[in-house]
């Protein structure tokens, strides 16, 4: 299996990632580094790299350097942003990286760095139009979308760290600080005219450290029951909440607040300005938080060539057979039950009576029903619950991923009881308590019907009469082990569906 590194030198912190690249279009990250080596401090005073933040930064990269080489990795893919873009010694600055090193620097162009944000963004979110606001340290990139079409971008020449310092000694009084960052961003953004065009229905997506610490801190405020970035949405009057209560603080008093990292405490509030322009300059609904960016665009462009020119057209998909292929499952096995859990849905949609919303929820639920298996087949049910709970699926809401996982979590001969589902209620409506006993059921009896993972059965049709339904199987073999299984789920049926099950 081939490994690369990815290196992603912003202007306020330094991460290296391991990826393992999988055969057939697959990536997953098995190792990450990261430290806050604030290479931009101080280059407003003439536009230079500091030589202490740049000796730092080679330090950094040695350490990275030990770390990739210990995964023996096959490429090194190292970028440098909007600081290094900037700096008037990026040359010195490239060749003392190589030099002390061995470290081949990219120094991205502004379109460079905004494409791979947009490739990490647009095939890891199922989002037909977004405007994606990634604010770095020394940049904020500006990229708008309108059916997963890149239609323009722009790089601010600001970030968190330069508007931090721009604006330290411009008021003694940090709310009126606020104040002026929101102006000077509301003024930039007013310079972009195809700003002012956006299509009304279009998302607000957020990407980078910053805003991801936004989402921690909204999780913490509201104890939400699932730690997650990606696809983390945010209410405006929560981030009013958090903005209102980080931006009076000092740096002492703000690094106490839960959730707040310690290397952000005295730019997140500048970061918050950006945001807070942002929404007095435009009618955005809410806010969603993406997970993945720069690093995972160049993942994506690495694994999956295509990307480059034509983002995925599936991406839940895409996402599902990257844990496939991961935890080196029975692929068709987990398509076969999905395709006969489809079959039921249909069947019986006039008992279950369900959107089509939740068939994303029985995908999910019925192709993965089986990865807890990997760690452990006996109790298997409730890793795979585990599993897909924390599995940071592509495409999906997050809270149709807790009722997918809770509908996994019941396939099994006795269904798992042991998850406290009150954990995860806040997040429920009863709508999906009820969605969870049905698709449950279906996904039980979907396994047993390929019991062999031969695919003996192929199709599935259900009458449903009076206080009955009247399953019958079509096969291209024997399947008596099959339908055995199935009628073990004769009780749970009953139970869900008010319904006796036979099965012929």
Known sequence: MEKIAIIDIGSNMARIVIVNIIEGGYFNVIDELKEPVRLAKDMEIDGFLRPVRVQQMVQTLKTFKNLYESHKVSKVFAYGTAAVRRAKNQKS???????????????????????????????????????????????????????????AQETLPFGAVTLTEKFAKASPDPIERSKMIEDYVKDNLNNLEWFKNIDPDTQLICVGGSMRNAGKISRRFKKYPLDMAHNYHISWSEFANIYNTIRPLDMDKAARIKGLSSARADILPAAMSCL???????????????????????????????????????????????????FNMNIPHSEHVFDLSLQLYRQLKVLHKLPRSYVKVLRVAAQLHDIGSSFKFYDHPKHSFYLILNSNLYGIPQKDLVVAALVASRHGPVPY???????????????????????????????????????????ITCDILGDSVILKTEAIADCTLEIKDALNAVPEFRHAFKKNLEIL
């Not at 993945?292 to 895409?318: N, Q, W």
Request: hydrophobic fraction near 40%; aromatic fraction near 6%.
């Open 417 to 459: 009881d042991g998850i406290e589902i009150q954990q995860y209620l806040s997040m429920l409506s009863e709508e999906d308590i009820e969605a969870i006993k049905k698709l449950g059921v279906i996904v039980r009896i979907a396994e047993c019907f390929d019991r062999s993972m031969g695919g003996v059965i192929t199709n």
């Open 276 to 326: 807070k322009a942002i929404q007095e300059s435009s009618n955005f609904p809410e806010i969603i938080i993406s997970g993945a960016g720069l690093r995972e665009g160049a993942m994506f462009r690495y694994a999956v060539p295509s990307t480059i020119e034509k983002p995925i057209s599936d991406i839940l998909g895409h996402s599902i057979y990257t844990m496939l292929h991961v």
């Open 93 to 151: 600055f490239v060749d003392e990286v190589l030099a002390s090193c061995g470290i081949k620097l990219t120094v991205l162009s502004q379109e460079e760095e905004a494409g791979l944000v947009y490739t990490g963004v647009i095939n890891s979110m199922d989002v037909p139009k977004g405007l994606i606001i990634d604010i770095g340290g020394g940049s904020v990139k500006v990229i708008y979308y309108n059916r997963r079409v890149l239609i």
